[in-house]
């Protein structure tokens, strides 16, 4: 989710964290009030930062999550997972994406456009 969408989304966002916590996701941080925030990391030459939506660990792995809405911000929102991906894979680390319904088939449009098709959202 880009970050101006954040504050429209924020009831979405916490019942991911909700979620995530039911299926034994520990040590939760969210882009969201009443969560510690998550590691930012800025983009060389550009304004603005990337910052996962939420990052959170299980069995000592750290995952990456990024919330997938209809969004008008596509080229941004694509550039922010193939970061995400990457920084994941670098660090032996997991990257998913979590969506809900009514936005299914931009979520897969979007990652087949970035050849990231092998990844399978979470729905929630």
Same mark, same amino acid.
């Given at each position: 989710?880009v970050?101006?969408?954040?504050?429209?989304?924020t009831?979405?966002?916490?019942?991911?964290?909700?979620h995530?916590?039911?299926?034994?996701?520990?040590?939760?941080?969210?882009?969201?009030?009443?969560?510690?925030?998550?590691?930012?990391?800025?983009r060389?030459?550009?304004?603005?930062?990337?910052t !996962?939506?939420?990052?959170a660990?299980?069995?000592?792995?750290?995952?990456?999550?990024?919330?997938?809405?209809?969004?008008?911000?596509?080229?941004?929102?694509?550039?922010?997972?193939?970061?995400?991906?990457?920084?994941?894979?670098?660090?032996?680390?997991?990257?998913?994406?979590?969506?809900?319904?009514?936005?299914y088939?931009?979520?897969?449009?979007?990652?087949?456009?970035?050849n990231?098709?092998?990844?399978? !959202?979470?729905?929630?």
């Amino acid at each position: 989710m880009v970050k101006v969408e954040k504050s429209e989304n924020t009831e979405f966002l916490e019942k991911s964290i909700q979620h995530l916590e039911a299926t034994g996701f520990e040590n939760i941080k969210a882009d969201i009030e009443g969560y510690e925030t998550p590691k930012s990391y800025s983009r060389k030459g550009k304004d603005g930062n990337i910052t !996962p939506d939420i990052v959170a660990v299980k069995n000592g792995r750290k995952y990456y999550f990024d919330i997938s809405l209809k969004s008008p911000k596509t080229r941004l929102l694509k550039t922010k997972w193939l970061f995400l991906d990457t920084l994941s894979r670098m660090n032996s680390n997991r990257f998913r994406i979590i969506t809900t319904k009514g936005h299914y088939k931009f979520t897969d449009n979007m990652l087949e456009d970035i050849n990231l098709s092998n990844k399978t !959202p979470i729905k929630i």
